[in-house]
């Protein structure tokens, strides 16, 4: 089993559309969340981290659920530069573990 | 000023051969990664280094050797270069070893065997 799964997508919505993203993770112990920000042929970027009291920055909430292993991302106001792919990932014992990604993509 | 830099950004190269990636940050933080992302898009930690120290060796072959002549420097040696080495390559730093901070990545390396 994978240490952190993640829908590929593609989602495909219009501008101005409210986009919800989850992630699971296999180990109970996990102590660090973060989602991560991708586009195409580009290194990740940290978007934020994710806080078990859940966190938002601007259009973006992220949200922690450490008893059903799962975190969430919500993108509110989708713009067209949203378009990437969103990485979750989650941090054991000091080893940095990535989903495969969620492709987004925001049309006009 | 470019925070992680790595070169070659392009690598094209026959099996077989011996080839490097170099990485540098200038943030002044401890601890360097090497990653591979594959043509899945998943990005798997191969080795980290605090302060010049191994501190994670992810199950990767020993035809790959990191180096870290500094703690601003973080290099990879790959011998034997195999068809499934292809990939892109991502070094990064953070300054908290534990994990709780954000890692920066630098622009990636291509690799292509062929």
């Known amino acids: 089993r994978k240490e952190v799964e993640q829908d590929p997508g593609p989602f495909n919505v219009p501008e101005g559309a409210t986009v919800a993203f989850n992630c699971t993770y296999s180990?109970?112990?996990?102590?660090?969340f973060f989602w991560y920000r991708q586009d195409c042929r580009k290194e990740p970027k940290l978007l934020m981290s994710?806080?078990?009291s859940g966190n938002e920055d601007g259009r973006f909430t992220a949200q922690l659920n450490r008893a059903s292993q799962y975190i969430s991302l919500l993108i509110r106001d989708s713009k067209l530069s949203d378009s990437a792919t969103y990485l979750c990932?989650?941090?054991?014992?000091?080893?940095?573990?990535f989903g495969s990604g969620t492709k987004l993509n925001v049309k006009p | 000023d470019t925070a992680v830099s790595q070169t070659p950004k392009y690598l094209v190269t026959q099996m077989g051969n011996d080839k490097s990636i170099k990485c540098e940050q200038n943030?002044?933080?401890?601890?360097m990664y090497w990653y591979k992302q594959d043509s899945k898009k998943f990005l798997k930690i191969m080795f980290s280094?605090?302060?010049?120290?191994?501190?994670i060796n992810e199950t990767v072959p020993n035809r790959f050797s990191p180096k870290s002549p500094d703690k601003a420097h973080l290099n990879l040696h790959i011998n034997s270069l195999e068809l499934g080495d292809s990939a892109v390559y991502f070094c990064?730093?953070?300054?908290?070893?534990?994990?709780?901070?954000?890692?920066?990545f630098g622009p990636g390396t291509r690799l292509t065997v062929l």
């Open positions: 994710v806080y078990s």
């Open positions: 180990n109970s112990a996990s102590q660090s």
């Open positions: 943030l002044g933080h401890d601890t």
């Open positions: 280094y605090n302060n010049k120290e191994l501190i």
């Open positions: 990064a730093s953070s300054q908290d070893q534990a994990g709780f901070g954000e890692q920066f």
């Open positions: 990932v989650v941090n054991n014992f000091n080893k940095f573990y």
